[in-house]
């Protein structure tokens, strides 16, 4: 027990759900540890910022989000600020100087030891770091404190990458790919399902390398088959899966069990050869064409959600109007555009041909706008149609309105499906029929509640 009275703890999680996972787990240890967990930070003794680095908007966010909170320690109750993650695992040094409002840095492999080391901090007016090995691997053992609403959960099944994109600093940060054992995988889930969860996202930087690194005969479709077994558990949906490691396998999987959501988040980042080769990507345009057309062929209605890189040095404007071209053929459901961001460390870094910001911003906007068109035709086609749908709670602008996702919908990312008539309770699955829509949501009306 690190004090004799409860102190209060506030966490502020940024990026994506694997840091998320992180700072659950730093949550658990410090209600272990007796510390209580508020998520207002004006009460707060101890404010904790959990960071995330991959680009250049999401350092700025992160620095953002911590000069912001660096004000609370002129309140009477803030005693510490801490900052976790990416950044200072990426940036320690410079960090140091350049935030002294800051008590803590830790890094990606060494939060698991935050309550320890909030209370070595005790009494010492310096700053202390810790950013050492990152190769820590979450385990179920290690205390969790779910933050997501009780219905959802992620499930994170790898720590790291080994892909090596050229534009990449995960690999840097997190260290290379490790997977968890199946055994401790399937422990967690049936903790979460005995907790309420009936939806689990499995994350990992890339699910495909799922076991490759294992001997004991591990794969991503050996443990979608043990997940799907979990009575009460109800939808699984699987993030972020490098195109070549679809196998034939994985897809038949997705087709014929109910469990799994009609739903792949696959990270293509462009479809243009040569910049496919510089990013330093395995697949080509034929390869990524050839999984669409399968994909959509086996697994009819099948949700495909993506995202690109634009201004990747060398783009030329036949590359970006090739991928213009090819994100109005393909129809993505979703899809995610990010400005190339020239990332210290990395091969891209030192590539000649950058590309200029305005560039950049342009060919990111004119990528937007065909894509808002390409999501409004696909919305407008579900009207009349059918989905299940998780009911979330009210809609933020009326508690006269229902909110929650349908199967083909990830949190967070990918709208909402707003309620018109019938009735259901937060964490249903209920039937909808799609009554209308907008560019990114959609609106219906209840038809059966699930058994």
Request: proline share 4%.
């Amino acid at each position: 027990m690190s004090t004799n009275s409860k102190e209060k703890v506030s966490l502020v999680s940024l990026g994506c759900p694997k840091n998320l996972v992180d700072a659950e787990v730093m949550l658990g240890y410090l209600s272990k540890d007796s510390y209580e967990v508020t998520t207002d930070e004006h009460e707060a003794d101890i404010i904790i910022v959990n960071t995330c680095s991959f680009i250049k908007e999401a350092k700025q966010e992160s620095i953002d989000t911590i000069l912001d909170l660096a004000d609370r320690k002129h309140d009477a109750r803030c005693k510490m600020l801490i900052v976790t993650g990416c950044l200072p695992q990426r940036y320690q040094e410079e960090l140091v100087k350049e935030l002294p409002e800051v008590d803590i840095f830790v890094g990606t492999g060494d939060y698991p030891r935050i309550a320890e080391i909030i209370a070595e901090k005790r009494g010492l007016s310096e700053q202390l770091c810790y950013t050492g090995d990152p190769n820590f691997l979450y385990d179920d053992e290690l205390p969790r404190l779910q933050s997501s609403p009780y219905y959802t959960a992620y499930l994170k099944i790898a720590e790291g990458c080994s892909n090596c994109c050229s534009y990449c600093v995960i690999p840097s940060l997190r260290g290379s790919f490790r997977s968890r054992p199946m055994d401790k995988l399937l422990r967690e889930a049936k903790g979460l399902v005995a907790k309420g969860v009936r939806e689990i996202n499995l994350i990992a930087q890339d699910i495909t390398g799922y076991g490759k690194d294992l001997n004991e005969g591990a794969t991503l479709e050996a443990l979608i088959r043990s997940l799907v077994k979990l009575e009460g558990l109800q939808w699984i949906r699987l993030l972020y899966a490098y195109p070549d490691g679809i196998s034939d396998s994985l897809i038949k999987l997705i087709k014929e069990e109910d469990k799994v959501c009609k739903y792949l988040d696959i990270p293509l980042q462009h479809i243009s050869d040569p910049i496919l080769k510089q990013m330093n990507r395995r697949s080509s345009e034929a390869e990524i064409r050839e999984l669409i057309a399968k994909l959509r062929t086996e697994v009819p209605g099948i949700a495909i959600r993506t995202s690109f890189i634009v201004g990747f040095p060398g783009e030329t404007d036949d590359d970006f109007k090739k991928l213009v071209q090819f994100v109005e053929e393909t129809r993505f459901d979703r899809m995610g555009v990010f400005c190339y961001s020239r990332e210290e460390g990395t091969p891209a870094f030192e590539m000649a041909e950058q590309v200029s910001e305005r560039i950049k911003r342009e060919r990111y906007k004119k990528l937007m706008r065909t894509q808002a068109r390409v999501s409004f035709k696909h919305n407008r086609s579900l009207v009349d149609k059918e989905e299940m749908v998780l009911i979330e709670g009210y809609s933020e602008e009326t508690e006269l309105l229902l909110k929650g996702r349908s199967s083909r919908q990830a949190p967070d990312i990918d709208g909402q499906v707003y309620i018109t008539a019938g009735n259901a309770q937060v964490g249903e699955i209920v039937r909808l029929r799609i009554t209308d829509s907008s560019d990114y949501d959609l609106i219906g009306e209840i038809v059966s509640q699930s058994p």
